[in-house]
């Protein structure tokens, strides 16, 4: 694994220098393999950086889009992970709709839709059970308890090992979310955090020892890059050794 962390000026600063990195990413998976693929996170952090994707001239066709996790909502829920990045970028450009890939939602049982969302994910790599398909970029943010994407402190999606989608909880509110076998087995992946809220959690996930299933980011130790950016706020006192 590769570790870079960058503590940017401002959440402006931030989506810039996520920007580049992501068309950097894009650029070398297409010429390697013909296309790329990326997980999406929810939440207010990333809504600029999916804004300024879609302001760019892209090859959309080669581009292959996955979300990391989503609310058990419909599809045009305010809560809903896809309505946002639709909204934000992707209903803005002319991707195919066949490349454009959200997590199901209308399963009566979330662990069926799971099971249907992974068998998706498998029939797209061709990959077997039991393997761990390599997502170009993987996008995280970070909740101020150390969560990120479903994962969420002491609950049982920590201890999923077997399967690339599992069912979250928190507070009853269930989710679908990658496990994070599968986040690690990305090439990239790339944390987003910001606010000064979000310091003693990245105190804990730095530390060179605490509680993983207590911080379940720290969990997150991909085979590739894992690069973490920062808006002064969130990363100004870390030590990022």
């Not at 810039?16 to 010429?31: C, Y």
């Amino acid at each position: 694994m590769s570790k870079k962390v960058e503590v940017l000026t401002d959440r402006d600063a931030l989506v810039s220098q996520a920007l580049e990195l992501i068309i950097s990413k894009m650029e070398t998976a297409i010429a390697e393999q013909g296309r790329f693929t990326i997980a999406l996170a929810g939440g207010s952090t990333p809504k600029p950086l999916y804004e300024a994707i879609a302001s760019q001239n892209l090859p959309w066709d080669k581009i292959h889009v996955f979300w990391g996790d989503e609310r058990y909502v419909s599809p045009d829920s305010p809560d809903s992970n896809q309505l946002m990045a639709r909204r934000a970028w992707l209903d803005r450009v002319e991707i195919p709709a066949a490349n454009v890939h959200p997590m199901p939602t209308d399963e009566a049982d979330p662990a069926v839709a799971a099971a249907k969302y992974e068998k998706h994910l498998q029939e797209f790599f061709h990959s077997s059970p039991g393997e761990f398909p390599s997502l170009d970029v993987v996008l995280l943010g970070m909740g101020d308890d150390a969560h990120t994407a479903s994962l969420f402190p002491h609950t049982a999606a920590l201890k999923v090992q077997d399967k690339l989608i599992t069912v979250g909880n928190k507070d009853d509110n269930l989710r679908l979310t990658f496990t994070y076998p599968f986040i690690n087995a990305a090439r990239c992946v790339m944390f987003l955090a910001t606010g000064a809220n979000k310091k003693p959690a990245l105190a804990q996930v730095f530390a060179p020892t605490a509680d993983d299933f207590a911080y379940p980011s720290r969990l997150i130790q991909p085979k590739g890059d894992l690069v973490w950016l920062l808006d002064a706020a969130a990363g100004s006192d870390l030590n990022k050794g």
